[in-house]
């Protein structure tokens, strides 16, 4: 975890030459905490990292060595939420009005997690007092849209050379959710994001590795799977929810022993991915 200004607002990880149709991104996994955000949150900085996904994007790390880009970003979820819309604010928390192009009244706002959140994951409001929404602009000026001008190139690239293009948007989700809380939710948005049978390819290589698997329940996917996802197009997108609980100490925001062996499968499910023909239809 990093205490200082965002500066690189993301990062590309690329194979020495793309061979393989696949994208991986990771929204949520940025750890670089803006130091005026800190010391202007309520929370202490453990709480605000209970919005990460904790390492989610070392989980997928082995992508470009079967070559296939990693787009992370390093600004974390709680200062600004790039798996929403660009303009997705809770005008409650802002002391000036809103520009009358700004969504105000989607659900996840509602559920006060915007563009710019209201609550971290576990609940606790970020901020003691408003924010103007020049400070708003300014993340979505230099986070949201760095990190989506980087995941557009790649799609971009990828249907250049391959004519086709399957992103991988990588995430983690509370090990608490119930008694029958699964290992992994695959989210295509009710089949609307993705080929089935690229879904299927996914689900049934998970099951092979050992683990239990779910499909849109509770995550179907986000901004990124719905909005990037166009199969008529050529563009498959399907999001991918790991349990931390398979790979972390959720209290102390740590890895723990199982870390390795996850990291393993999913290395399992990459090369298994590259090596498919991706004859989709």
């Not at 925001?253 to 023909?277: P, V, W, Y």
Request: glycine residues 8%; contains cysteine.
């Amino acid at each position: 975890m990093n205490y200082s200004a965002v500066t690189a607002p993301l990062s590309v990880t690329q194979p020495d030459v793309q061979t393989v149709p696949l994208v991986f991104s990771s929204a949520h996994s940025g750890a670089d905490y803006d130091a005026r955000f800190l010391a202007e949150s309520r929370l202490e900085p453990r709480t605000l990292r209970r919005s990460e996904d904790y390492c989610v994007d070392r989980l997928f790390a082995a992508a470009p060595d079967y070559g296939a880009p990693m787009l992370s970003a390093h600004f974390p979820r709680a200062y600004c939420d790039a798996n929403r819309e660009p303009w997705e604010l809770d005008p409650q928390m802002f002391e000036d009005a809103l520009p009358p192009w700004v969504n105000t009244t989607s659900a996840r706002i509602g559920a006060g997690l915007g563009t710019v959140p209201r609550i971290v994951a576990s609940g606790e409001a970020i901020y003691g007092h408003k924010l103007r929404f020049a400070e708003a602009e300014d993340r979505v000026r230099r986070c949201w849209e760095p990190y989506h001008a980087a995941l557009r190139q790649l799609i971009d690239q990828t249907m250049q050379r391959f004519g086709v293009c399957f992103l991988i948007d990588c995430h983690s989700m509370p090990s608490t959710m119930g008694l029958a809380t699964p290992d992994f939710v695959l989210g295509d948005a009710y089949g609307t994001a993705c080929d089935s049978g690229l879904v299927a390819k996914v689900e049934q290589c998970l099951r092979r590795l050992g683990y239990s698997v779910r499909r849109n329940d509770p995550y179907a996917g986000g901004y990124v799977t719905r909005h990037y996802g166009r199969p008529r197009d050529g563009v498959h997108a399907l999001q991918i929810e790991v349990s931390r609980g398979l790979y972390m100490d959720e209290r102390r925001i740590e890895r723990h022993s199982g870390f390795t062996r996850l990291q393993r499968n999913l290395t399992d499910l990459i090369a298994f991915l590259a090596a498919e023909d991706f004859v989709i239809g």
